[in-house]
């Protein structure tokens, strides 16, 4: 498990690791880089040491994308996982690898195009914008109508009020189910596994 440093690349390898050891898989090795660096070669040589089945990073593209190329150039095959961060072409395209990346990451949400709510949500915004929606797009699209549902139903804009109301109550929207548990966290929220193909981030499923 390698991260970056950040409070982003901090916190989803410390869920990774934790999320790992309830499974029974054994960490190997913990390593540290920071979001400006460009040479992992120290980190790498001690993650090979360690032999892992794979390798996590928590971080962003614009170190994923080269860590993948000097892992590959150090001889470590293993997959290169990660979280939303390294969930993009910049990966790839950074990586400068033109075989398989053998990378996966996650992003939150389900697939919409499985969905007749989602189907119709991609058809729309293809006629509105003339092009395929961003990541989270159906996301912020059902975030803009939860909180419009919670001030029609409240009848108010005061964020204390229309807090309390999103607390207790639940929304089904494009992207997934909103319901929040006594900490406001979602009772369930879906995540989709991806992986490259080519220069594309391709999803695999949703879980």
């Not at 195009?113 to 058809?123: A, H, I, N, V």
């Not at 929606?133 to 229309?162: I, N, R």
């Amino acid at each position: 498990v390698i991260d970056d440093r950040t409070a982003y690349g901090q916190g989803v390898a410390q869920e990774f690791t934790a999320q790992a050891n309830k499974l029974g898989l054994k960490v190997v090795a913990k390593e540290f880089t920071n979001d400006k660096a460009t040479d992992f070669s120290s980190i790498l040589t001690a993650v090979k040491a360690a032999k892992p089945d794979a390798v996590f990073y928590g971080g962003y593209s614009a170190q994923g994308g080269p860590m993948l190329r000097q892992m590959r150039g150090l001889g470590i095959t293993a997959p290169l996982l990660g979280g939303d961060g390294i969930c993009s072409t910049e990966t790839a395209t950074l990586s400068q690898i033109t075989t398989e990346l053998n990378a996966y990451c996650t992003q939150g949400g389900a697939l919409i195009d499985r969905s007749d709510k989602g189907k119709k949500f991609l058809e729309k915004y293809k006629a509105e914008f003339k092009r395929d929606p961003l990541t989270y797009a159906a996301a912020f699209y059902d975030g803009a109508y939860l909180l419009a549902g919670a001030m029609e139903a409240t009848q108010s804009t005061d964020p204390k009020k229309v807090g309390e109301h999103l607390a207790k109550s639940s929304y089904a929207g494009v992207a997934g189910e909103y319901a929040y548990d006594d900490k406001h966290d979602l009772k369930s929220s879906a995540v989709t596994v991806f992986t490259f193909k080519g220069k594309d981030v391709v999803p695999l499923k949703s879980l």
